[in-house]
Nanobody, 126 residues
Framework: QVQLVESGGGLVQAGGSLRLSCAASGRTFSTYSMGWFRQVPGKERECVAAISRAGGITYYADSVKGRFAIARDNALNMVYLQMNSLKPEDTAIYYC???????????????????WGQGTQVTVSS
């Protein structure tokens, strides 16, 4: 089992940058594939980025490609989401998620993940 705690959200102007961090508990972090999701009221939670156990495979939603970058540090039990060129439509609660796997793979669906953080608010002003 893993517990996830996000940090780094806040208010930023359009065009600015933020880096989200997700701290994971436990000694088997490297056996989890990780993802970042976001959700706005009234809409479904969507995956914006995901990364495989060792970081060799990544996934990005079309809406964030070229602007966001996901990375992980297995020695520190951390996963990050660097968000650049932020737009007002990036405003959402951002969640870190994890699922255990023996494969080098990523998933982009909510149902594919077993563990979730509490979320961190990102607000981008125009």
């Amino acid at each position: 089992q893993v517990q996830l705690v996000e940090s780094g959200g806040g208010l930023v102007q359009a065009g600015g940058s933020l880096r989200l961090s997700c701290a994971a508990s436990g000694r088997t972090f490297s056996t989890y594939s990780m993802g970042w999701f976001r959700q706005v009221p009234g809409k479904e939670r969507e995956c914006v980025a995901a990364i495989s156990r060792a970081g060799g495979i990544t996934y990005y939603a079309d809406s964030v490609k070229g602007r966001f970058a996901i990375a992980r540090d297995n020695a520190l039990n951390m996963v990050y989401l660097q968000m650049n060129s932020l737009k007002p439509e990036d405003t959402a609660i951002y969640y870190c998620a994890a699922y255990p796997t023996v494969r080098a793979e990523v998933r982009s669906t909510v149902m594919g993940y077993d563990y979730w953080g509490q979320g961190t608010q990102v607000t981008v002003s125009s």
